[in-house]
Each structure stands twice: as structure tokens, then as C-alpha cells.
């Protein structure tokens, strides 16, 4: 017998929020949030233009579609960011001679610069994982993304 105060038992077997990957992954990103505003405050970009920035040392003059889906970003979020890092100096845009309807995104001397500035040494330390925990971690949270992609694209 349940009293008012005594959930029954298959309400106690419910899961908690704590228990839910996707809160543990939502909460850690606003987490990263925290820790990374203060670098990037220093820097004067947001967290999405940092992210763009960073693609851009991987692989430089990629066009925004292909940066847009490398960054799961759509053109029409894209290019009011890519507007902004090309006012502050930090990338150009220009036509694609080869295709007119592509545009290509390229650092500038001031993008390339950021790298040094950066703080992502003291952002893994912060986390408190060991390189190799760290490393795992990263392999795993992909995964994760890459199957609910999949997943979502197959339903």
C-alpha cells in the first residue's frame, strides 16, 4: 500500500533527469559554454564564429556549403555569421571562379592568428580527463552524433 508520500515502485524505477544521456550532453555543452566564454570574450567572437574559425586552420577555402555541413549549420545561419567574421577582419568571401554559385571562405592573416590565442590546452585540462580519457570521450560523444544522425535520416 502507497501513501500520499510513497510514489509507488514503478514510479520510483522512472529514470531522473541525471539519468538521461542527452542531459548529461546538453548540460556538458553549456558547460564548455562557460568555461570557453572568457577566452572568447578576449577574442571578441561568439562560440559559432570560434567553431568556423577553427574549421577554416583544418581546412582552409572551403565553401560554405561545404563548411555548413561540416559544422551541421544551414546556409541561412551560416552567412550572417560568415558576414560578421569578414567585418572583424577575421576571413574573406569571394565567388567561386569556377562555379559563380559558390562562394569560398578563407582566413585571413588576423584568422590564423587566433589559433595561438585560443586557450584550448587549458579548456582539456579543465575537463580533468587524461589525454587518453579525453581522446575516448571525443570518439564516443562522435558516435553517439553520428548514429542519431543516421537514425534520424532513416526514419
Known amino acids: 500500500m502507497t501513501t500520499p508520500d510513497t510514489p509507488p515502485a514503478a ?4 529514470p ?3 539519468d538521461f544521456l ?3 550532453v546538453y548540460s556538458a555543452n553549456l558547460a564548455y559554454g562557460r568555461a570557453y566564454k572568457p577566452i572568447l570574450d578576449e577574442l571578441g567572437v561568439t562560440y559559432t564564429q570560434w ?3 577553427v574549421a577554416l586552420w583544418e ?5 560554405v556549403k561545404s563548411l555548413g555541413d561540416k ?7 551560416l552567412t550572417p555569421i560568415l558576414k560578421k567574421l569578414e567585418s572583424l577582419g577575421y576571413l574573406t568571401r569571394r565567388r567561386d571562379p569556377a562555379d559563380e554559385r559558390q562562394v569560398i571562405v578563407s582566413l585571413t592573416e588576423a584568422g590564423r592568428a587566433l589559433r595561438e590565442k585560443g586557450g584550448q590546452k587549458t579548456l582539456v585540462k579543465a575537463t580533468g580527463l587524461a589525454p587518453e580519457e579525453f581522446a575516448q570521450v571525443q570518439k564516443t560523444v ?4 553520428d548514429n542519431l544522425i543516421k537514425h534520424a535520416n532513416d526514419g
Do not use: M, P, W, Y
Request: proline letters at 0%; charged letters at 30%.
Open 11 to 14: 514510479e520510483k524505477k522512472a
Open 16 to 18: 531522473r533527469l541525471a
Open 22 to 24: 542527452c542531459f548529461a
Open 51 to 53: 567553431i568556423i574559425i
Open 59 to 63: 581546412e582552409d577555402g572551403q565553401s
Open 71 to 77: 559544422l551541421f549549420l544551414e546556409s541561412n545561419t
Open 142 to 145: 562522435t558516435k553517439v552524433r
